[in-house]
């Protein structure tokens, strides 16, 4: 059985770590906790340790833990950190601080459109494949600044920053963080709002110390916190 409670101070320890090593200060870095494919009680176990922010991979799960009975009234921050579909965007708008797995401008469109309708701004990143694997989604890192210039005019919507899901090998993810960090500064060298774009969502389990490294200011951690899946 996971200590969820005991596991979660362990991974902001060595979030505080990282962040002494890399001269930062922890603040500056926020824990997802991912919690797909785990239980609602797994999510009020670690909201009960101090846990607010929490990442969802797959729609229908989200929307059931949000209407859950255990998790309904809390004011949990919401991120959908999955690869999300245009057809897909109507049932997440309006219900998440923030979407990650955006890599088409097509998306942000119907984001766009959405968001206008429901009279909110919602906060999205691009996810940029910079291990230029195959399986991956998210954009080419040479396409980022053509993707992002077709969405900065959209209404209702703002581009936050970028989001990659880096290579199992951890030398290697740091190169593909630093190179994430590279298209970021790029990109606010050319963004009509360059104080909007402040967030790099990368690092998981297994490299979020390399991320931190490389100023990963959201990292994404389920298998440290809640054990395999």
């Not at 195959?134 to 970028?162: H, I, Q, W």
């Amino acid at each position: 059985m996971e200590d969820i409670a005991e596991n979660l101070a362990s991974v902001k320890e060595q979030i505080a770590s990282a962040c002494r090593n890399a001269g930062r200060r922890p603040e500056e870095v926020r824990l997802i906790a991912v919690s797909k494919t785990k239980s609602a009680a797994a999510v009020r176990e670690a909201w009960d340790a101090g846990q607010r922010v929490f990442g969802e991979s797959y729609v229908q799960e989200f929307l059931d833990k949000l209407g859950d009975p255990q998790l309904e009234d809390l004011p949990i921050e919401w991120h959908f950190i999955g690869h999300l579909q245009s057809n897909k965007i109507r049932q997440v708008a309006g219900k998440v601080a923030m979407i990650h797995g955006i890599d088409k401008p097509g998306t942000v469109g119907e984001l766009s459109r959405r968001a206008v309708q429901h009279g909110i701004v919602m906060d999205y990143l691009l996810e940029v494949n910079t291990s230029r694997e195959s399986s991956k989604y998210g954009l080419d890192p040479s396409s980022v600044m053509l993707a992002a210039e077709t969405c900065f005019g959209l209404p209702n919507v703002r581009l936050r920053g970028l989001m990659t899901i880096a290579s199992p090998d951890p030398a290697l993810a740091r190169r593909e963080f630093a190179e994430l960090r590279g298209c970021l500064e790029k990109l606010r060298s050319n963004a009509p709002d360059p104080a909007l774009l402040t967030e790099l969502s990368m690092g998981m389990s297994q490299d979020f110390e390399e991320a931190v490294m490389e100023g990963a200011t959201l990292i994404r951690i389920g298998t440290a916190i809640f054990g395999w899946r």
